[in-house]
């Protein structure tokens, strides 16, 4: 296996997955740490998505060594380790403590740190993230249920997070090619910095930062900078097409379920409820007074009869998230949504739904450990970023998980059409 990779959330595992499936590798995405019974010895790369973004930055190490630990026993030969094209994260981590236990556990002192991804409107500029042109302190980010981001200045970012030194490679040692990048990387290194932050705008830039940096032990960024990796450890240069647009799924019934409260999220809700899709809103205040259960919103489901998808949601907007919060605390708020959702997701199946798409990271995560999912191969893409998926064992599903920015406004609509 040339590349083991270790995912903060499950959205940015398949996110990553379809990026290197796209670009040639033979892939395989796992939901938590490998049982040793997976067979992965036909894979270039394998994804582990975990669910670590946001928990305490000790337990994030603690979890990304033991995926580590399990993709090095399976052959890997280079690690990556896949957080945010936002740069999901706080002071007190999960980026800066994850990338520093793996380079100790690689044996490096030198790594990369690029969430550029332009397909996304994700670009970053003299170190600061910009998001569809706006700085990253200035986008809906700011207003992140869990991860507000509030600086957009990622070398200062990271620099809290981290006892490493953080360098940056600007945009011109960029521009040069994969050997001014090489260079530049040598000179940070020398300047005694352990992690540099890495400027890119377009496609061509995240290729060549690829192939400059394929062979370093240890490569952390976005889906964005494992584009150029597959061409460097094939030995050519050639993209390779993507997988194609209709996807074999499991007959049944289509849900969506959305928790993300991002703008995007926000505004495929609404266009979903727009063109008529059955919707019922949680609001975290019912399940906190225990005036909503699952059970209820499981009722309401059966009893559509609609043939398309059925849509359950508790995105809100930032004002109604913050009153919910100061009501109920950031992550009990979240953890409450989280649970109701994973609990109508685990009933699904057996009322017939087969196909269901996924709305956030942290959603994704909670929903698909409720159903026991251990692994996904990847299918075509959506959207950029997001690919349909099915289970590789175990209940027979199609999922799309979706990152919370990420798709077309009538992401919810036109999904489906990709099934056959
Ligand atoms: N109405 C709400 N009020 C407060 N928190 C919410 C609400 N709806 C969802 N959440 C929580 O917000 C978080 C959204 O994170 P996530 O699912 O990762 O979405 P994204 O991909 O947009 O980051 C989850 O923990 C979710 O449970
Ligand atoms: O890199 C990205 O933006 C995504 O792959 C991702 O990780 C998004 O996470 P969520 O917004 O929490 O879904």
Partial sequence: MKLGCIA?????ATDLALMLAREGLKTVQTIGVPDASLDLSGADAVVVALKSRTIPAQEAVEQSLAAANSLRAAGAQ???FKYCSTFDSTDEGNIGPVAEALLSFTNSDFTLACPAFPANGRTVYKGHLFVNGVPLSESSMKDHPLTPMR????VRVLQRQTGCSVGLVAFEDVEGGPD??????DREKAAGHQIVIVDAITDSHLRAIGLAAAELPLITGGSGVAMGLPAAYRGDHASVASPSGVFDAPAGREAILAGSCSSAT???VEIAIERGVPAFRIDPMDLASGKLTSQAVLAWIGAQ????PVLVYSTATPDEVQDVQGKLGRMNAGEMVERVLAEIARALPALGFTRLLVAGGETS???VGALGVDALTIGPEIDPGVPWTRTLAGTDLALALKSGN????????????MLR
């Fill in 151 to 154: 600086d957009s200045n990622l």
């Fill in 305 to 308: 009869e609609t043939g398309g």
């Fill in 8 to 12: 903060d959330d499950l959205t940015g």
């Fill in 365 to 367: 995560g909670a929903v």
């Fill in 406 to 417: 990420f798709g077309a406004p009538d992401f919810f609509l036109k999904a489906w059409n």
């Fill in 180 to 185: 001014a990048i090489r260079k530049a990387f």
């Fill in 78 to 80: 280079h690690l990556f």
């Fill in 266 to 268: 926000r505004r495929q």
